[in-house]
């Protein structure tokens, strides 16, 4: 069982930035798929950023140009870096690990607001 712990999130104001940091309880070398994804009340979970263990990279158009993902093997940590925030971007992220199972962290909120 691997658990995950996100981080990095509050309040910012449009244009600011933000890191999340997802921290893995256990290696994450062996992690196919490493993810974040944002859950508005209301709307189903979307798929915001993924990278695969082979260091491909795939994102939501929304979001293209402006957030990173990577990784930190050493760390077990996967990061999204967070730029250029838009009001619509306002969610809960989520982190995703999959390596065959599915985990997933508790969630970090996000709010841009001026």
């Known amino acids: 069982q691997v658990q995950l712990v996100e981080s990095g999130g509050g309040l910012v104001q449009p244009g600011e930035s933000l890191r999340l940091p997802c921290v893995a309880s256990?290696?994450?070398?062996?992690?196919?798929?490493m993810g974040w994804y944002r859950h508005v009340p209301g709307k189903q979970r979307d798929m915001v950023a993924i990278?695969?263990?082979?260091?491909?990279?795939n994102y939501a158009d929304s979001v293209k140009g402006r957030f990173t993902i990577s990784r930190d093997n050493a760390k077990n940590t996967v990061y999204l870096q967070m730029n250029s925030l838009k009001p619509e971007d306002t969610a809960v992220y989520f982190c995703?690990?999959?390596?065959?199972?599915?985990?997933w962290g508790q969630g970090t909120q996000v709010t841009v607001s001026s």
């Open positions: 995703l690990l999959n390596n065959g199972q599915s985990y």
């Open positions: 990278i695969t263990n082979d260091g491909h990279t």
């Open positions: 256990a290696s994450i070398l062996s992690m196919e798929i």
